[in-house]
Each structure stands twice: as structure tokens, then as C-alpha cells.
């Protein structure tokens, strides 16, 4: 027996939302879920592709019992494909859209039924995709219901945007994800700890869990006080992270300096207090930084072959530069 797929808690809104359209037969032919990465909106895609192919649903879930839900967790039913960017590929290829054009001519297995269509992220689709995609799916009797999932929906077609109902998912209030973080890391204040390192994003507070990021960024952290104070170069601090992955530590400097920025313009409390020496730093040069830190994450996570060792000099030794000019000490 499976497990039955829920939307999380933190959901339920958009659940609510979508249980309105169905009992009303107004779910359209395109769902767009966009919003922030980390915040699960791929499983709630993936909650409502085993709800609307379920043969006896409930009112918050599939069953996880009929034959259709067991196919759908074996990832093999046959009236739902879902799209993603191969392994090793930052791209969905032209040919995996194109083979849509096959499963959008044949009737759903189940009469009356559905047929799914998952793509994630879409913002992986460049403009010939889209445009495949569309054409694809724009034949009317194709019976067919696309569900979109993007971190960045700003970045998509306008003719893509057009056609979906779009469903926005923010940032969930710590009260919802809170209670279920705390449950998976088993206490409180490392799950208060956690959201606050991943600005309140749960999957992403996990993530920094499984990956006992706590304790490196307070590693990082310590580097960084001891480089202000002038017990280390700009260039061996840069060294010391070397055999970090630089994707972390591109994470937390984009936290730290996210952190920075809210405590400046909005009066937001810093994730760690350590921060407050750095709160007499110029906003303007706080925001450069952010923005050329998440460009150049943005470049890591694309797979862009970047020198390492050069950038982290160049961000240390800027930073320190910035700390003389207003003599933080
Ligand atoms: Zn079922």
C-alpha cells in the first residue's frame, strides 16, 4: 500500500482553491504553480496529478490504494507524463516536449478521465520548446490538463503565462512549517534556526539539515569575523573554503547578506548576531553584493565552468575593502 500524497500544510489555501474549481468543473486546461523554489510546490503538482487520476479520492488526497494510485506511484501510469530536465541537463529537451504530440492524440485509459501533463521547472523550456509545447497542447480535443511548475515565472512566454490559471505560492508563515520542520529535525529552536538560514523556506531549511549546514555556515561565519579582524588574508580565507562546496557557500553568503539588507531597510531582525557589526556598511554596496552573489550562483547552478578560487578571492577581498572604508572593526 502506498502512502497517500498530501499538498503540506502550509498548502491547504491553494488545495481549498482547487477543490472550488473541480466540484464546479471549471479546472482549466493549464495550471501554472509558480513562486520561490524550496517551498514544495512540486509536490503539491504531484498531489493533485494522484487526486485527479484517483479512482476514489477523498476531499485532501488520492487514496494511495486503487489501481491508479499504485500506478502513479510506480511513476507509470499511463494517462500522466511528467517532464523534467534530463540528468545532467539544466535544459527540457525539444524531443521530450515533442513527444507529447503521441499522448495527447489517445484517449485517457479511464473513460472519462484526465490526462496529465507535469513540466518542471518551466522555466527549463527555452523558446522552441515553448513554442513546441504549445502547439502540442493546443489542439482542443486533446482532453488535457498541463500542470506548470516555476521557481521564476517572470522568465516564461508571455503566450505560455497567457494560457494558464495561475496559482502563486509565497514564502509560508514559520507557524506552518515550524511544527513539521521540528518533527523532522526533532527539536524546536534547530527548526527556528533552520528557517531563519533558509528565509523561511522549509524544503530548503531541510536540506541545510541533511547537509549539517548549520554547523558549516557557523564555521563560515567564524572565518569571516576572523578575516575583519585582521587574523586572516582575504586570500586565505578564500583557501579555507576551497574544499567547501561552493554552492554552499554561495548560499550563505547570499543569506547573510539577504539578512544584512532586510535588518537595514526593513528593521528585520539578522540571522545571526555576529552580523551586527556589519550594519554600519552602505545599503547600496549590501544590495551590489547580494545581486552578484545570486548572479554568480545562478551561473554554478547552470553548470558555467567558473574559477573557484578567484571568485571567492575577489568577494573576500571586496568585502574587507568595504570594511576598512567604514572602518568596521
Ligand atoms: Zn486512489
Given at each position: 500500500?502506498?502512502?497517500p500524497l498530501h499538498a503540506y500544510a502550509w498548502q491547504m489555501p491553494q488545495w481549498q482553491d482547487l477543490q472550488r474549481l473541480i466540484s464546479a468543473?471549471?479546472?482549466?486546461?493549464?495550471?501554472?504553480?509558480?513562486?520561490?523554489?524550496a517551498i514544495g510546490k512540486l509536490r503539491f503538482a504531484?498531489?493533485?496529478?494522484?487526486y485527479l487520476l484517483c479512482e476514489s479520492p477523498s476531499a485532501l488526497a488520492a487514496c494511495g490504494q486503487c489501481r491508479?494510485?499504485?500506478?502513479q506511484s510506480d511513476g507509470a501510469h499511463p494517462?500522466?507524463?511528467?517532464?523534467?530536465?534530463?540528468?545532467?541537463?539544466?535544459?527540457?529537451?525539444?524531443?521530450?516536449?515533442?513527444?507529447l504530440q503521441q499522448f495527447s492524440a489517445q484517449h485517457a485509459h479511464r473513460s472519462g478521465g484526465k490526462k496529465l501533463v507535469l513540466i518542471h521547472p518551466a522555466e527549463?523550456?527555452?523558446v522552441h520548446t515553448a513554442n513546441a509545447l504549445l502547439k502540442t497542447l493546443e489542439e482542443p480535443a486533446s482532453g488535457t490538463l498541463l500542470i506548470l511548475v516555476s521557481h521564476s515565472s517572470s522568465q516564461l512566454l508571455p503566450t505560455i503565462r497567457s494560457r494558464c490559471l495561475q496559482m502563486s505560492f509565497g514564502v509560508p508563515k514559520n507557524e506552518f512549517t515550524e511544527p513539521w520542520l521540528r518533527d523532522y529535525v526533532g527539536d524546536q529552536e534547530t527548526a527556528q534556526r533552520l528557517l531563519a538560514e533558509a528565509g523561511g523556506r522549509p524544503l530548503a531549511a531541510r536540506q541545510v539539515f541533511e547537509e549539517d549546514g548549520l554547523a558549516t555556515r557557523e564555521r563560515f561565519d567564524k572565518g569571516l569575523l576572523a578575516l575583519v579582524d585582521g587574523q586572516r588574508s582575504p586570500l586565505q580565507f578564500a583557501e579555507e573554503l576551497l574544499d567547501a562546496d561552493i554552492l554552499q557557500v554561495l548560499d550563505w553568503w547570499v543569506a547573510r547578506l539577504l539578512s544584512l539588507s532586510r535588518y537595514q531597510l526593513a528593521d528585520q531582525a539578522l540571522t545571526v548576531s555576529s552580523w551586527q557589526r556589519f550594519k554600519s556598511l552602505p545599503a547600496v554596496a549590501v544590495i551590489a553584493g547580494l545581486e552578484r552573489a545570486l548572479k554568480l550562483r545562478g551561473s554554478f547552478?547552470?553548470?558555467v565552468a567558473l574559477n573557484k578560487r578567484l571568485i571567492l578571492e575577489s568577494l573576500f577581498l571586496?568585502?574587507?575593502?568595504?570594511?576598512?572604508n567604514r572602518a568596521v572593526r
Open positions: 500500500m502506498s502512502e468543473e471549471r479546472l482549466p486546461h493549464a495550471l501554472l504553480l509558480s513562486g520561490p523554489s504531484h498531489a493533485l496529478v494522484a491508479s494510485c499504485h500506478f494517462d500522466c507524463r511528467e517532464i523534467c530536465p534530463e540528468e545532467g541537463k539544466r535544459q527540457i529537451g525539444i524531443d521530450q516536449v515533442r513527444s527549463a523550456m527555452n547552478n547552470r553548470g571586496e568585502w574587507t575593502q568595504l570594511c576598512q
